[in-house]
T-cell receptor, first 115, second 113 residues
Framework: EAGVAQSPRYKIIEKRQSVAFWCNPISGHATLYWYQQILGQGPKLLIQFQNNGVVDDSQLPKDRFSAERLKGVDSTLKIQPAKLEDSAVYLC?????????????FGEGSRLTVL | AQSVTQLGSHVSVSEGALVLLRCNYSSSVPPYLFWYVQYPNQGLQLLLKYTSAATLVKGINGFEAEFKKSETSFHLTKPSAHMSDAAEYFCAVTRGNAGKSTFGDGTTLTVKP
C-alpha cells in the first residue's frame, strides 16, 4: 500500500514570496490533515479536511495560508506572502475516517526555509 | 480542550539500559493516546496506541506504554535500548473519535554505546 506522498521535500524562498505544497493521502482515507512542525516543537494542526470539506481550520493563519482539497483526494497548502516565522516542516497526514481510532499516517514532510 | 506535556526534551541512555519517556495529558473526555517516532528527515510513524481497551499497550520494536487514568499519564518504556532507537518521540492525544490529534513537543532519545 502506498503511503502519504508529499512534494516538494525541500523549498527555499525569500520572505514575501509564495509557495505551494502538495499532498496525496493513502487511497481510501477520508480525512486529511496539514500540520506545521517548527524546529524543536511538536506538530501543530493547521487544517483538517473530511473528504473535500473543511472540519477545522481554526489555527490556520487565513491572511496568508490557504488550503484546498477539491475532489476529496489530494490537497494543496499555499502560503502567500511568506514570513520568516513560516520556516518549518509542513506535514500532511491522513486517516481512514474522522470517526476511527484517530491513528494518523504521515508523509515525509515538506521543509520550508524562508530567508 | 486537550493538551500533552512531555517531561524532558532530551533523554540519554546507554545501550541495553531501560528507556522511559514521560507523557502527561489533559482531556475533557476519555482520550485516545498515541506514541509516534520520528527519524531524521522523515515523517512520524505510529509506535502504539491506547483506545480504551487494555491499559498496558504493546507496540512495535519492543516498546510499551501504560495508561494510568488517576495520574493522567501514558509513559513509554522499553526494557533494553538499542542504538536504532535513537530518534524523536512524540506523545499525542485525540479526543474520542473527533480525529484531531494534539501533540507534545517531543523527546529526543540518544543511545550511547
Amino acid at each position: 500500500e502506498a503511503g502519504v506522498a508529499q512534494s516538494p521535500r525541500y523549498k527555499i524562498i525569500e520572505k514575501r514570496q509564495s509557495v505551494a505544497f502538495w499532498c496525496n493521502p493513502i487511497s481510501g482515507h477520508a480525512t486529511l490533515y496539514w500540520y506545521q512542525q517548527i524546529l524543536g516543537q511538536g506538530p501543530k494542526l493547521l487544517i483538517q479536511f473530511q473528504n473535500n470539506g473543511v472540519v477545522d481550520d481554526s489555527q490556520l493563519p487565513k491572511d496568508r495560508f490557504s488550503a484546498e482539497r477539491l475532489k476529496g483526494v489530494d490537497s494543496t497548502l499555499k502560503i502567500q506572502p511568506a514570513k520568516l516565522e513560516d520556516s518549518a516542516v509542513y506535514l500532511c497526514a491522513s486517516s481512514i475516517d474522522r470517526g476511527s481510532t484517530g491513528e494518523l499516517f504521515f508523509g515525509e514532510g515538506s521543509r520550508l526555509t524562508v530567508l | 480542550a486537550q493538551s500533552v506535556t512531555q517531561l524532558g526534551s532530551h533523554v540519554s541512555v546507554s545501550e541495553g539500559a531501560l528507556v522511559l519517556l514521560r507523557c502527561n495529558y489533559s482531556s475533557s473526555v476519555p482520550p485516545y493516546l498515541f506514541w509516534y517516532v520520528q527519524y531524521p528527515n522523515q515523517g512520524l510513524q505510529l509506535l502504539l496506541k491506547y483506545t480504551s481497551a487494555a491499559t498496558l499497550v504493546k507496540g512495535i520494536n519492543g516498546f510499551e506504554a501504560e495508561f494510568k487514568k488517576s495520574e493522567t499519564s501514558f509513559h513509554l518504556t522499553k526494557p533494553s535500548a538499542h542504538m536504532s532507537d535513537a530518534a524523536e518521540y512524540f506523545c499525542a492525544v485525540t479526543r474520542g473519535n473527533a480525529g484531531k490529534s494534539t501533540f507534545g513537543d517531543g523527546t529526543t532519545l540518544t543511545v550511547k554505546p
